[in-house]
């Protein structure tokens, strides 16, 4: 059984950085997109980053240069740094890796992703 766990959400000040991780188990994700989505209070879940399994990256624009998304294979791990943390990003924080292997195409919706982590709650606030 596939399992995805997110961890390393918090409580932060404006400006200030986490770094979020989701290691599954049950299956190697290294031939699979891994990617974090979001969702506010009283929002859709939202797109964040992807990494490919080739290693490239997408960001939505809200937090490209901001955040960095990041796998380790051997881990079976994908992170998310976050960094010049905003109000407005706060928001549960969830995982998701793709059914398909080796997919030509990075998706940055969610009907693309089959399995997702539990979420993390990440508040940005003074």
């Known amino acids: 059984q596939v399992q995805l766990v997110g961890s390393g959400g918090g409580l932060v000040l404006p400006g200030g950085s986490l770094r979020l991780s989701c290691t599954a188990s049950g299956r190697t994700f290294s031939n699979y997109d891994l990617a974090w989505f979001r969702q506010g209070p009283g929002k859709e879940r939202e797109f964040v980053a992807v990494i490919s399994w080739r290693g490239i990256a997408y960001y939505s624009d809200s937090v490209k240069g901001r955040f960095t998304i990041s796998r380790d294979n051997a881990k079976n791990t994908v992170y998310l740094q976050m960094n010049s943390l905003k109000p407005e990003d706060t928001a549960v924080y969830y995982c998701?890796?793709?059914?398909?292997?080796?997919?030509?195409?990075?998706?940055?919706?969610?009907?693309?992703?089959?399995?997702w982590g539990q979420g993390t709650q990440v508040t940005v606030s003074s």
């Open positions: 998701a890796a793709d059914g398909v292997p080796n997919t030509r195409v990075v998706a940055t919706t969610r009907g693309r992703y089959d399995y």
